[in-house]
Antibody
């Protein structure tokens, strides 16, 4: 059974940094692209960032490009999101998500973590 | 960039009814369209991919149709557990990445 366990969220002041992590199990992590998708309180789903199976390609939504960095460790079966220069509008539940294929967004997301809440506020 | 528009935003229905949700793309997608269900306090769940292929374990009362720019999700004989928010998503468009519709909420 695929399991994605998100962690690292919390309350952070504007302009500060935070690092999210996702521990994966139940599948061959290194065979799939991975993503972060967020959901602001009471709002819809927003794709944040994605990374290919072999880290050969990464991509970001325009709203976070230059501030967020996605990375993965296939040996440790983990996914990370380094978030810098955080803004109040980054407040959301952040989901780790498994792509159905090796390449970013080539297929739909077929598994989701439970989410970790990030609140950016002074 | 492709924009996904779902309608209506909210739909009031009753158990046992049949309902059809709409998702429109600003450009042709062929069949690279997925549907997700999200219940309160839960992560989304994949229902449909390739516009019409049910994901593993999804009941047959859920069906997807469409191609190009017009897509639908139909649920026949609504069950109480089907009241949720439904999102469509375009994929296989890199860059820029995934594009979600804004969601349709099914309520009693």
């Amino acid at each position: 059974e695929v399991q994605l366990v998100d962690s690292g969220g919390g309350l952070v002041q504007p302009g500060k940094s935070l690092r999210l992590s996702c521990a994966a199990s139940g599948f061959t992590f290194g065979d799939y692209a991975m993503h972060w998708v967020r959901q602001a309180p009471g709002k819809g789903l927003e794709w944040v960032a994605g990374i290919n199976w072999d880290r050969g390609s990464v991509g970001y939504a325009a709203a976070v490009k230059g501030r967020f960095t996605i990375s993965r460790d296939n040996a440790q079966q983990s996914l990370h999101l380094e978030m810098n220069s955080l803004r109040p509008e980054d407040t959301a539940l952040y989901y780790c998500a498994k792509d159905s294929g090796r390449h970013i967004a080539a297929g739909p997301i077929d598994s989701w973590g439970q989410g970790t809440l990030v609140v950016v506020s002074s | 960039e492709i924009v996904m528009t779902q309608s209506p935003a909210t739909l009031s229905v009753s158990p046992g009814e049949r309902v059809t949700l709409s998702c429109r793309a600003s450009q042709s997608l062929t069949s690279d369209l997925a549907w997700y269900q999200q219940k309160p306090g839960q992560a989304p769940r994949l229902l449909i991919s390739g516009a019409s292929t049910r994901a593993t374990g999804i009941p047959a009362r859920f069906s997807g149709a469409g191609s190009g720019t017009e897509f639908t999700l139909t649920i026949i004989s609504l069950q109480s557990e089907d009241f949720a928010v439904y999102y469509c998503q375009h994929y296989n468009d890199w860059p820029p990445g995934y594009t979600f519709g804004q969601g349709t909420k099914l309520e009693i």
